[in-house]
T-cell receptor, first 118, second 116 residues
């Protein structure tokens, strides 16, 4: 079974600085998808960035980028120029690329709470 | 465009009471699922469905029932609420296929349930 591990329960960053959130996963599959979700106090789950395992290029979305190391099974999220609105819980998630059964479901890490200091 | 609609947003139950959390999506997604979120535990899968009439258990199914009579609706039933079911519940939907973009999961706003 696949697992996702976020080893940093809490992180803090100064406004305008850069922070990296760690995520490792375990799988025997060769093709899969990885995601970072943001959950602000409103509880809404917001997709921040996605990565397809067959793509070697790291995904980027504005100030958000990932460092995807497939061999090491690592998927860290870098937030550049941190803003107060980035303060939230961040979840790393895995999903199999196979169709059918439970493969369509997401497997989440336990989350990292990010605080942004003004 | 409503997306995934969950009701209610908040609920307080007494131990032993029953209730149904509603989830509806208007995107014609085949996959629907229920997760619970507890502090320090992330989101854990309760039940899921790959299409109308088809449901299966996830990681933490005990104490919950589901059914999927239509593509749009996927209600979660608590038959006899227990304090251990105090949690935040999320419904999600997606379509099968290939590609992280084509199969993106959409989440409801969540339900905060307290069982006293």
């Amino acid at each position: 079974a696949q697992t996702v591990t976020q080893s940093q329960p809490e992180m803090s960053v100064q406004e305008a600085e850069t922070v990296t959130l760690s995520c490792t996963y375990d799988t025997s599959e060769s093709d899969y998808y990885l995601f970072w979700y943001k959950q602000p106090p409103s509880r809404q789950m917001i997709l921040v960035i996605r990565q397809e395992a067959y793509k070697q290029q790291n995904a980027t979305e504005n100030r958000f980028s990932v460092n995807f190391q497939k061999a090491a099974k690592s998927f860290s999220l870098k937030i550049s120029d941190s803003q107060l609105g980035d303060a939230a819980m961040y979840f790393c998630a895995y999903r199999s690329s196979r169709r059918g059964g439970s493969q369509g479901n997401l497997i989440f890490g336990k989350g990292t709470k990010l605080s942004v200091k003004p | 465009n409503a997306g995934v609609t969950q009701t209610p947003k908040f609920q307080v139950l007494k131990t032993g009471q029953s209730m149904t959390l509603q989830c509806a999506q208007d995107m014609n997604h085949e996959y629907m699922s229920w997760y619970r979120q507890d502090p320090g535990m992330g989101l854990r899968l309760i039940h899921y469905s790959v299409g109308a009439g088809i449901t299966d258990q996830g990681e933490v199914p005990n104490g919950y029932n589901v059914s999927r009579s239509t593509t749009e609706d996927f209600p979660l039933r608590l038959l006899s609420a227990a304090p251990s079911q105090t949690s935040v519940y999320f419904c999600a939907s997606s379509r099968p296929g290939q590609g992280a973009i084509n199969t993106e999961a959409f989440f409801g706003q969540g339900t905060r349930l307290t069982v006293v």
